[in-house]
């Protein structure tokens, strides 16, 4: 079945310190999803993409859609405590069902 | 607040009991998903349900059922339970189900078997 990778599996920066998430799926995507899950709470919609080589920005987060729609990534520019949490990205399958990646937990350290 | 109703917040029990967890989905989404999270680990998709009908099922156990009622709501049964069905269950609703709609998720209940 399809599988949605991402790498790191944990990363720990510095406050005002870049990170970046890739995703990585083992088939063509339709759109990819991003979502954020802050410790203790539950996973919330960032942002969808869904064209080819797409690059969406909010605020301080960087989207991007690979050319071949089988990989993303997620950028966020000098980060801060509030970025905590676990990033997943999300693809759906050949039936639309949503399936997860592995999640990138973030940690912040001030 | 994502407008979507889980209960019970956590829920503990032993080996071998049968539980059935809620899901209230947001106004006027049709389409409900249960997902299962263990300890550190990613979202697992258990099953998903549009106005009433089964639509996709995930590697959900066969000790595992779920229905959605005719006001919407969904129930998760778990039946039989292991020490690793321990795990945070969390119910998402959507629009329309098709691929770009994105989910939202309830705050999860907190399943604990002793």
């Known amino acids: 079945g399809q599988q949605v990778m991402q790498i790191p599996q944990y990363q720990h920066v510095q406050e005002g310190e870049d990170f970046t998430t890739y995703c990585n799926s083992s088939?063509?995507?339709?759109?990819i999803q991003w979502y954020k899950q802050r410790p203790g709470g539950h996973p919330v919609f960032l942002i969808q993409?869904?064209?080819?080589?797409e690059v969406k920005k909010q605020k301080r987060l960087t989207f991007q859609f690979g050319e071949a729609k089988k990989n993303s990534s997620l950028h966020i520019t000098a980060t801060q405590t509030t970025d905590v949490g676990t990033y997943f990205c999300?693809?759906?399958?050949?039936?639309?069902?949503?399936?997860f990646g592995t999640g990138t937990r973030l940690q912040v350290f001030p | 607040d994502s407008g979507v109703t889980q209960t019970p917040k956590h829920l503990i029990t032993a080996t071998g009991q049968r539980v059935t967890l809620r899901c209230s989905p947001r106004s006027g989404d049709l389409s409900v998903y249960w997902y299962q999270q263990s300890l550190d680990q990613g979202l697992q998709f258990l099953i998903q349900?549009?106005?009433?009908?089964?639509?996709a099922k995930g590697n959900i156990l066969e000790r595992f059922s779920a229905q959605q009622f005719p006001d919407l709501h969904s129930e998760l049964n778990l039946s039989s339970l292991e020490l690793g069905d321990s795990a945070l269950y969390f119910c998402?609703?959507?629009?329309?189900?098709?691929?770009?709609?994105?989910?939202?998720f309830g705050n999860g209940t907190r399943l604990t078997v002793t």
């Open positions: 998402a609703s959507s629009g329309p189900p098709g691929p770009n709609s994105p989910l939202h």
């Open positions: 993409l869904v064209k080819s080589g």
């Open positions: 999300a693809g759906p399958d050949n039936t639309d069902k949503l399936i």
């Open positions: 088939t063509t995507l339709s759109n």
């Open positions: 349900y549009y106005n009433g009908e089964e639509r």
